[in-house]
C-alpha cells in the first residue's frame, strides 16, 4: 500500500445502529422517514432485498450501544466493489483504560487497525488509526466522537488537526493536516441480512482531509443494530497525491455472523 493510499483511512466511516431481530429502533412517536429514490439508489449495491420499510427513528441516545464494541469476530460479506465475493472479518478487542473510559482495538482483516475509547457518557471516540502495511499510525486531536441526542434528520460536523507517524517512530511526527467530517442521521428502516434481519439506523458518514501531499474525500451510508454493530454499508472513497497519484473506489457489505450476545 502507498502512503497516499494510507492517508486515505476511514473515519468511523461504517455507520451505527438500532435494534436486535424482533426488537425496535425507536418509540412510536418517533419520525418514519421514507428513503428518497436518490438515497435508494445510493444503496443498491446492497441488493435490492436488503433495505426493507422505514420505522420509527428515536434519539441516538447511547453511542455505544450502535458500535457495540465488545471481545469478539464480526464476519462480512463483500457485495460490491474490487473485492466482490470476499468475506471481511472485524476482530475487536479490549485494550486497556483511557483517560476517560475503555479502550478498544478494532482490527479489519488484519490490515487496519482503529484505536477507540468507549466514555462513561456512551460517547465513542476514534483517537487514531494503523495501517499494518505502511506501518504508519494517524492520530486524530481532538478525536472523532460519535455523542449522545442526536435527532433523525440531524447532522454534525466536526474538524480535526491530523499527524501520522512511523510506527517505529512515533515520537517524530511524518505529516499534519486537517479533516472536516459530518455525521448525519438520516432515519431508521427494516434491514436484512445473511446474518438475520434487523430494526437500524441509517447514518451518513462524509468527510474530506489534506494531509501532506494527500487529500481524500470519503461518503458512506451504515446500518447499524443495538447490541449488533454495524449490519450492512455502502461506502465510496476518492484520493489524490500531487498529480501522480488518483485513486476512487467503492463497496458494499452486509453482515454474516455476530458474537453471541
Not at 429514490?37 to 432485498?49: H, Y
Not at 426493507?52 to 460479506?77: D, K, V
Not at 458518514?205 to 446500518?223: C, L, N, V
Not at 450492512?232 to 453471541?260: G, N
Request: no cysteine; net charge negative; hydrophobic share 40%.
Amino acid at each position: 500500500m502507498t502512503l497516499a493510499q494510507h492517508l486515505a483511512l476511514a473515519v468511523l466511516a461504517a455507520a451505527l445502529g438500532a435494534a436486535l431481530p424482533g426488537r425496535t429502533a425507536a418509540a412510536t412517536d418517533a419520525p418514519v422517514v421514507e428513503l428518497t429514490q436518490e438515497l435508494r439508489a445510493e444503496l443498491e449495491p446492497l441488493g435490492k432485498a436488503v433495505v426493507g420499510e422505514a420505522l420509527p427513528a428515536a434519539p441516538i441516545r447511547e453511542p455505544s450501544r450502535l458500535r457495540h464494541l465488545e471481545p469478539g469476530t464480526w464476519r462480512y460479506r463483500v457485495v460490491a466493489g474490487a473485492n466482490r465475493g470476499q468475506e471481511q472479518t472485524v476482530r475487536v478487542e479490549r485494550a486497556g483504560a483511557g483517560a476517560a473510559g475503555a479502550n478498544w482495538r478494532v482490527e479489519t482483516d488484519g490490515k487496519e487497525i482503529q484505536q477507540l475509547e468507549v466514555t462513561t457518557a456512551h460517547e465513542v471516540v476514534k483517537l487514531s488509526q494503523t495501517d499494518e502495511q505502511s506501518d504508519r499510525i494517524v492520530v486524530y486531536r481532538p478525536g472523532l466522537v460519535l455523542d449522545p441526542g442526536m435527532q433523525a434528520g440531524q447532522s454534525k460536523t466536526v474538524k480535526s488537526r491530523l499527524t501520522t507517524h512511523k510506527a517505529s517512530r512515533l515520537e517524530e511526527i511524518e505529516y499534519e493536516g486537517e479533516l472536516e467530517y459530518t455525521t448525519h442521521y438520516i432515519g431508521a428502516y427494516r434491514v436484512r441480512t445473511p446474518a438475520g434481519e434487523f430494526d437500524a439506523r441509517l447514518l451518513e458518514h462524509r468527510y474530506t482531509m489534506k494531509i501532506g501531499p494527500a487529500k481524500a474525500s470519503y461518503q458512506s451510508y451504515g446500518f447499524y443494530a443495538d447490541d449488533v454493530g454495524n449490519i450492512a454499508e455502502v461506502s465510496d472513497e476518492s484520493v489524490s497525491a500531487l498529480l501522480v497519484y488518483r485513486r476512487s473506489s467503492s463497496a458494499a457489505r452486509v453482515l454474516l455472523t455476530a458474537p453471541p450476545n
